[in-house]
């Protein structure tokens, strides 16, 4: 089955302590994509890859660190987690081009205490 | 990427069509328009995509105007399943893709 996989479903830490969740797809997707979700704000993009090795600032980078070191995968990586982090993450993929539509894993639900 | 507005909300009954037009007044020339759907705690997914004129598919229909400028997701008969919220789309997919806060369709009964 064509998905795209985030690993925790849910995340409680502690201010500082590093954390990666992880974002794997099988539809041989050269584009994968983080967002962020909150309340009011919709969805926002953190960072995005364009294909192994190659990746790129969204809108809200600031405190989250990515690579993409294979194609299939694509962690997201907060060094040092504050409670403003506190959200609802999503990793997407597609193939490139014009016409191309996004696949969406199911959200990692993170709380920063 | 071109800006997109769309309403914040809308009601509706079931049984209705829901109409949500999304403008896009910046849009190029190669930027197709993609709706998706999100339902609460869960990824959004892909709900119809457009270049120009109409589209139709089994859960929804796309009428983009001549100029483009704007685009209208019609929700024929809608059910109280298809509480949700939905999100308008334009770009070449030059990589920057933020959704916007979308207009959230609360159908009730």
């Known amino acids: 089955e064509a998905q795209v996989t985030q690993n925790p479903r849910y995340l409680i830490t502690v201010t500082g302590k590093k954390l990666t969740v992880t974002c794997s797809q099988n539809?041989?997707?050269?584009?994968m994509s983080w967002y962020r979700q909150d309340p009011g704000l919709g969805l926002r993009q953190i960072y995005y890859?364009?294909?192994?090795?190659?990746?790129d600032k969204g809108d809200v980078p600031e405190g989250y660190k990515v690579s993409r070191k294979e194609k299939r995968n694509f962690p997201l990586i907060l060094e040092s987690p504050s409670p403003n982090q506190t959200s609802l993450y999503f990793c997407?993929?597609?193939?490139?081009?014009?016409?191309?539509?996004?696949?969406f894993g199911s959200g990692t639900q993170l709380s920063v205490l | 990427l071109a800006k997109t507005t769309q309403p914040i909300s809308m009601d509706s009954y079931e049984g209705q069509e829901v109409n949500i037009t999304c403008s896009h007044n910046?849009?190029?020339?190669?930027?197709?328009i993609t709706w998706y759907q999100q339902f609460p705690s869960q990824g959004p997914r892909f709900i119809i995509q457009?270049?120009?004129t109409k589209v139709t598919n089994e859960v929804a229909s796309l009428f983009i105007p001549a100029d483009r400028k704007s685009s209208t997701l019609s929700l024929p008969r809608v059910s109280l399943s298809d509480t949700a919220v939905y999100y308008c789309?334009?770009?070449?997919?030059?990589?920057?893709?933020?959704f916007g806060a979308g207009t959230t369709v609360t159908v009730r009964a």
């Open positions: 539809m041989n997707h050269e584009y």
């Open positions: 997407a993929s597609r193939r490139t081009g014009d016409d191309e539509k996004l696949f």
């Open positions: 910046n849009i190029a020339t190669n930027d197709y």
């Open positions: 789309l334009v770009g070449d997919y030059d990589y920057k893709l933020s």
């Open positions: 457009g270049y120009k």
């Open positions: 890859s364009m294909n192994v090795e190659v990746t």
